[in-house]
């Protein structure tokens, strides 16, 4: 399963510099979020990635071998916005673009079998894609995507337009796929999805690198030292000097400043009548560090 | 190059089993066909047949004015005096009135025509004509000769063409009718089929399946998989309609087979013929069997093809810069104008088909599949043909070059307008 390395990608299109530079690793077997705003190099990213377009600079590394241009690599790729043919029947596209990734067609028609089992879908097989609901037509592109069993998917908003159970289905999927072994890549400008799927990620904006690594310890690097403690009291004195942020009912936010503990936090508050129902350290949303990266200026 | 092998597959089959397809196949012979023959219909017959009513008080042309049913002319004979057989034209039951007061031989004179209208050209000749005929033959006979003398004397010139460059007998007329209705289906194939790429093109931009499919194949493969695949679908329909005329031809050559063996006869000895008409036409079918089909249709089969390459790259391009709702009719008339100037052209040159015009416009690329079919009957020197042939190949291997480097861009670009300023800058 391979590890991919984007090494100084540049990339202009007539006036704008979509990609300045770009460099990070989605390391082997992960869900990995490519996250940025719109607009943010995403897209382009990806179709280097996928042999759609050209890098003017850079390499892409794929298992310690160096590419420049054509990636050889079996990949699925999903685009953001769906297409399929309109006018085609559901399995003899499906063939049709399994056929695309090198796959013989007897090959094909095996591996489109487990699928269509999977998501009990045999009675497609001679459907119109027209005919089908938006929901019924993610799911033969998921089908597309990956059923030419590749190493590495590469998922461009998998969820935009799905309904809550479909987006749990293909969300289902793609976990499943993950523990098989796959490298997944997913991106997306929806940072809530990304702190629930991906174990690493890296952030774009304006063809700029922001940051990017695991998501646990990007976390922990931009922790405030924020304690959420919940009381059955809405009055709480701290005799020491730690700043309270706010306050909502029961619920208490704490800063914690340079030199104290949670430790000396929690002392404080066993010292008062109340009684704790929980106390616990709160970490930033992968959105607030992506807010503060990209507007440094804002939240100070 | 398996994988536009796949393309090509699919641009294929998926036109061919079409309804559309096949209902076209079956149709387009029918409806050519009747297009043809109205527009023979057309140009040969007047309006309407005109019906003209004769009071000969001669006695000489009783029965003798013919009708003539090509130019609609229908004939009758009146009786009574002048003015009741007036009376009944100005009722409007006949077009006009031949009056043919009592004359001798000598001096035919004080015929009189009277209509409410102005008589036709046509007309007038015709009755002329006829009366003339009538007269001389009358006057003949009064001179004691017989008319089984007569007839002999009568001779039949027709001026037989060869065409140098073909080293064949040639007959205008074939030549221009076959090379008007050859530039006249290379101008649909190209219009037909090159829009036919460039929806195909477009459907798959504002599918988006174009992105899903690029990351499996080169811009380039996946443009010319395309055209190669729609440009079969065009050479199995007229194959097929090949085959379909082939039948017909056949069924009828079979239905017709005695009255085809007297007309070979009348080619031989048009002296045998029942009427000028049949030696006619036993003249032109014989001119037909002397046409050389197979490098006529040789020559056809390349512009065919050659004329198609050279636009559908052009049109497939226009698709790829083509939006769900931008206006790309400017674009599109790039493309389409020199198209439908070739068959402008090709209108003319039949009537001149050594002319400067046609010389160059021939060989020019843009032109060339619709003008140079449309000459190829008549004889076209060899040189001509080597310019015509080098300058097609070169000019699709640069239209094709020229449209991949559009499609390769315009088919990512999605939800601006495209202008021709940007489509120059890809280039």
Same mark, same amino acid.
């Given at each position: 399963? $391979?590890?991919?390395?984007?090494?100084?990608?540049?990339?202009?299109?007539?006036?704008?510099?979509?990609?300045?530079?770009?460099?990070?690793?989605?390391?082997?077997?992960?869900?990995?979020?490519?996250?940025? $705003?719109?607009?943010?190099?995403?897209?382009?990213?990806?179709?280097?990635?996928?042999?759609?377009?050209?890098?003017?600079?850079?390499?892409?590394?794929?298992?310690?071998?160096?590419?420049?241009?054509?990636?050889?690599?079996?990949?699925?790729?999903?685009?953001?916005?769906?297409?399929?043919?309109?006018?085609?029947?559901?399995?003899?596209?499906?063939?049709?673009?399994?056929?695309?990734?090198?796959?013989?067609?007897?090959?094909?028609?095996?591996?489109?079998?487990?699928?269509?089992?999977?998501?009990?879908?045999?009675?497609?097989?001679?459907?119109?894609?027209?005919?089908?609901?938006?929901?019924?037509?993610?799911?033969?592109?998921?089908?597309?995507?990956?059923?030419?069993?590749?190493?590495?998917?590469?998922?461009?908003?998998?969820?935009?337009?799905?309904?809550?159970?479909?987006?749990?289905?293909?969300?289902?999927?793609?976990?499943?796929?993950?523990?098989?072994?796959?490298?997944?890549?997913?991106?997306?400008?929806?940072?809530?999805?990304?702190?629930?799927?991906?174990?690493?990620?890296?952030?774009?904006?304006?063809?700029?690198?922001?940051?990017?690594?695991?998501?646990?310890?990007?976390?922990?690097?931009?922790?405030?030292?924020?304690?959420?403690?919940?009381?059955?009291?809405?009055?709480?004195?701290?005799?020491?000097?730690?700043?309270?942020?706010?306050?909502?009912?029961?619920?208490?936010?704490?800063?914690?400043?340079?030199?104290?503990? %949670?430790?000396?936090?929690?002392?404080?508050?066993?010292?008062?009548?109340?009684?704790?129902?929980?106390?616990?350290?709160?970490? $930033? %949303?992968?959105?607030?560090?992506?807010?503060?990266?990209?507007? $440094?200026?804002?939240?100070? | 190059?398996?994988?536009?092998?796949?393309?090509?597959?699919?641009?294929?089959?998926?036109?061919?089993?079409?309804? @559309?397809?096949?209902?076209?196949?079956?149709?387009?012979?029918?409806?050519?066909?009747?297009?043809?023959?109205?527009?023979?219909?057309?140009?040969?017959?007047?309006?309407?047949?005109?019906?003209?009513?004769?009071?000969?008080?001669?006695?000489?042309?009783?029965?003798?004015?013919?009708?003539?049913?090509?130019?609609?002319?229908?004939?009758?004979?009146?009786?009574?005096?002048?003015?009741?057989?007036?009376?009944?034209?100005?009722?409007?039951?006949?077009?006009?009135?031949?009056?043919?007061?009592?004359?001798?031989?000598?001096?035919?004179?004080?015929?009189?025509?009277?209509?409410?209208?102005?008589?036709?050209?046509?007309?007038?000749?015709?009755?002329?004509? =006829?009366?003339?005929?009538?007269?001389?033959?009358?006057?003949?006979?009064?001179?004691?000769?017989?008319?089984?003398?007569?007839?002999?004397?009568?001779?039949?010139?027709?001026?037989?063409?060869?065409?140098?460059?073909?080293?064949?007998?040639?007959?205008?007329?074939?030549?221009?009718?076959?090379?008007?209705?050859?530039?006249?289906?290379?101008?649909?194939?190209?219009? /037909?089929?090159?829009?036919?790429?460039?929806?195909?093109?477009?459907?798959?931009?504002? !599918?988006?399946?174009?992105?899903?499919?690029? @990351?499996?194949?080169?811009?380039?493969?996946?443009?010319?998989?395309?055209? /190669?695949?729609?440009?079969?679908?065009?050479?199995?329909?007229?194959?097929?309609?090949?085959?379909?005329?082939?039948?017909?031809?056949?069924?009828?050559?079979?239905?017709?087979?005695?009255?085809?063996?007297?007309?070979?006869?009348?080619?031989?000895?048009?002296?045998?013929?029942?009427?000028?008409?049949?030696?006619?036409?036993?003249?032109?079918?014989?001119?037909?069997?002397?046409? !050389?089909?197979?490098?006529?249709?040789?020559?056809?089969?390349?512009?065919?093809?050659? #004329?198609?390459?050279?636009?559908?790259?052009?049109?497939?391009?226009?698709?790829?810069?083509?939006?769900?709702?931008?206006?790309? =009719?400017?674009?599109?008339?790039?493309?389409?104008?020199?198209?439908?100037?070739?068959?402008?052209?090709?209108?003319?040159?039949?009537?001149?088909?050594?002319? !400067?015009?046609?010389?160059?416009?021939?060989?020019?690329?843009?032109?060339?599949?619709?003008?140079?079919?449309?000459?190829?009957?008549?004889?076209?020197?060899?040189?001509?043909?080597?310019?015509?042939?080098?300058?097609?190949?070169?000019?699709?291997?640069?239209?094709?070059?020229?449209?991949?480097?559009?499609?390769?861009?315009?088919?990512? /670009?999605? #939800?601006?307008?495209?202008?021709?300023?940007?489509?120059?800058?890809?280039?």
């Amino acid at each position: 399963m $391979p590890e991919v390395i984007f090494d100084n990608i540049k990339k202009a299109y007539a006036e704008t510099l979509a990609l300045n530079n770009v460099s990070f690793t989605i390391p082997n077997q992960k869900i990995f979020g490519l996250l940025g $705003p719109n607009g943010a190099g995403k897209t382009t990213l990806i179709r280097i990635l996928t042999n759609i377009i050209e890098a003017d600079s850079g390499y892409i590394h794929i298992n310690d071998r160096k590419i420049r241009g054509f990636n050889p690599l079996k990949f699925g790729y999903m685009p953001e916005e769906r297409g399929l043919y309109k006018k085609m029947k559901v399995g003899e596209q499906l063939l049709y673009l399994c056929q695309l990734k090198g796959l013989s067609k007897k090959e094909a028609k095996s591996k489109i079998d487990l699928w269509i089992d999977k998501f009990d879908i045999q009675d497609w097989w001679n459907k119109r894609i027209h005919d089908l609901s938006k929901g019924m037509q993610q799911k033969v592109q998921f089908i597309a995507t990956v059923c030419h069993n590749p190493g590495l998917l590469i998922l461009d908003e998998p969820f935009s337009g799905l309904d809550p159970i479909n987006t749990e289905l293909i969300k289902e999927e793609i976990f499943k796929l993950a523990a098989e072994g796959k490298t997944i890549i997913f991106s997306t400008h929806r940072m809530e999805q990304v702190e629930e799927i991906c174990s690493h990620i890296a952030l774009i904006n304006k063809g700029e690198m922001i940051l990017d690594g695991e998501v646990e310890a990007l976390k922990n690097r931009f922790k405030k030292n924020i304690f959420k403690v919940v009381v059955d009291n809405e009055q709480l004195e701290i005799k020491v000097n730690i700043q309270c942020l706010k306050q909502e009912n029961n619920t208490f936010w704490f800063q914690l400043n340079e030199g104290f503990t %949670s430790n000396q936090l929690l002392q404080s508050i066993l010292d008062q009548e109340v009684e704790i129902k929980s106390f616990e350290e709160e970490y $930033p %949303s992968i959105n607030e560090i992506f807010i503060e990266q990209v507007n $440094p200026n804002r939240h100070e | 190059m398996n994988r536009i092998w796949l393309i090509i597959q699919r641009e294929y089959i998926t036109r061919v089993r079409k309804w @559309s397809f096949i209902v076209t196949t079956l149709l387009a012979p029918l409806a050519m066909a009747a297009l043809f023959s109205s527009q023979i219909y057309l140009i040969s017959y007047s309006v309407d047949d005109q019906r003209i009513l004769v009071l000969d008080e001669s006695g000489l042309f009783r029965n003798k004015i013919q009708n003539d049913s090509g130019g609609g002319i229908k004939v009758f004979y009146g009786s009574g005096d002048l003015s009741t057989n007036e009376k009944l034209m100005e009722n409007g039951a006949y077009d006009g009135l031949l009056y043919i007061p009592k004359m001798n031989l000598d001096q035919p004179k004080g015929i009189q025509f009277f209509s409410e209208n102005l008589i036709g050209l046509k007309t007038k000749s015709h009755l002329e004509s =006829q009366m003339e005929n009538e007269i001389r033959r009358l006057r003949i006979l009064e001179s004691g000769l017989t008319s089984e003398f007569l007839s002999q004397l009568q001779p039949d010139i027709k001026i037989e063409q060869s065409g140098i460059a073909s080293g064949k007998s040639g007959d205008t007329v074939i030549a221009t009718i076959a090379g008007y209705i050859m530039a006249f289906i290379v101008y649909m194939v190209l219009f /037909i089929y090159g829009t036919m790429v460039m929806r195909s093109v477009s459907e798959e931009k504002t !599918n988006r399946i174009v992105e899903v499919v690029l @990351s499996s194949i080169k811009p380039i493969h996946l443009m010319l998989g395309k055209i /190669i695949g729609v440009g079969l679908v065009g050479l199995t329909q007229f194959i097929l309609w090949g085959v379909f005329i082939s039948i017909t031809y056949g069924i009828l050559g079979f239905i017709f087979a005695e009255q085809l063996m007297e007309l070979q006869q009348y080619s031989i000895q048009p002296g045998l013929a029942p009427s000028n008409e049949a030696a006619e036409l036993a003249v032109t079918m014989q001119n037909l069997q002397s046409v !050389n089909w197979l490098s006529l249709i040789s020559g056809f089969l390349f512009y065919f093809l050659g #004329g198609y390459f050279f636009y559908a790259a052009l049109f497939a391009a226009i698709g790829s810069a083509m939006g769900e709702d931008s206006d790309t =009719q400017s674009m599109m008339f790039i493309v389409t104008a020199p198209i439908v100037l070739a068959i402008f052209i090709s209108m003319t040159i039949v009537s001149a088909p050594n002319s !400067n015009l046609a010389i160059w416009s021939s060989i020019i690329p843009f032109f060339s599949p619709i003008v140079m079919t449309a000459r190829l009957p008549f004889g076209v020197p060899t040189w001509q043909i080597i310019c015509s042939v080098i300058a097609l190949v070169a000019g699709f291997i640069f239209t094709t070059w020229l449209a991949a480097r559009i499609y390769r861009v315009g088919i990512l /670009i999605r #939800g601006k307008k495209i202008t021709l300023r940007e489509i120059w800058r890809w280039i």
